[in-house]
T-cell receptor, first 112, second 113 residues
Framework: DAEITQSPRHKITETGRQVTLACHQT?????MFWYRQDLGHGLRLIHY???????NKGEVSDGYSVSRSNTEDLPLTLESAASSQTSVYFC???????????FGEGSRLTVL | GESVGLHLPTLSVQEGDNSIINCAYS??????FIWYKQESGKGPQFIID?????DKRQGQRVTVLLNKTVKHLSLQIAATQPGDSAVYFC????????????FGKGTTLSVSS
């Protein structure tokens, strides 16, 4: 079955370190998204991509970057992790002309 | 400012009752709305969607109502069951289908037996 997977599921890192969260989907979806989820804020859009080589900033993109070198993967990089980036990160994908997003199981990141 | 929000952060109901979860949005240009359910420790799951040219859409035990005049969206769950306990999010699409969704803050539904 097609799916979307995130790794790692849990990570603890230190302030200032570079961190990359992986997202891989096997639906062949063009659209991929990264959200962060924090208490009191719900899900906030970080970055998104509508296809290979396409990336766009979302609501809370500062301190994050993404790259889309193929259809299946959209890794999220924190160049220099900050404690404010402690959160649960969700990757999602969707096909053309549908608003239904398929979410991964989430990656819990703790920055000490 | 533009936002998608929910009226109440928590809702408690008895098993068998009908639940109504509300959502307000402020961008009158939004043309597509979706409800998601998120169970503890999992990613959100699609429940039902509605386009702005409709005012009601029904699914299995769920109904979404859209009132464009007052920019209000609601999710009705019939005969609520313990398995419905979760956080419910409304989301708004401000462009063509498949583009990025903006989510509200969520309502936690608790169902007691």
């Amino acid at each position: 079955d097609a799916e979307i997977t995130q790794s790692p599921r849990h990570k603890i890192t230190e302030t200032g370190r570079q961190v990359t969260l992986a997202c891989h989907q096997t639906w062949n979806h063009n659209n991929m998204f990264w959200y962060r989820q924090d208490l009191g804020h719900g899900l906030r859009l970080i970055h998104y991509s509508y296809g290979v080589q396409d990336t766009n900033k979302g609501e809370v993109s500062d301190g994050y970057s993404v790259s889309r070198s193929n259809t299946e993967d959209l890794p999220l990089t924190l160049e220099s992790a900050a404690s404010s980036q402690t959160s649960v990160y969700f990757c999602a994908s969707s096909g053309q002309n549908t608003g239904e997003l398929f979410f991964g199981e989430g990656s819990r990141l703790t920055v000490l | 400012g533009e936002s998608v929000g929910l009226h109440l952060p928590t809702l408690s109901v008895q098993e068998g009752d009908n639940s109504i979860i509300n959502c307000a949005y402020s961008n009158s240009a939004s043309d597509y709305f979706i409800w998601y359910k998120q169970e503890s420790g999992k990613g959100p799951q699609f429940i039902i969607d509605i386009r702005s040219n409709m005012d009601k859409r029904q699914g299995q035990r769920v109904t979404v109502l859209l009132n464009k005049t007052v920019k209000h969206l609601s999710l009705q769950i019939a005969a609520t069951q313990p398995g419905d306990s979760a956080v419910y999010f409304c989301a708004e699409n401000r462009g063509q289908a498949g583009t990025a969704l903006i989510f509200g803050k969520g309502t936690t539904l608790s169902v007691s037996s």
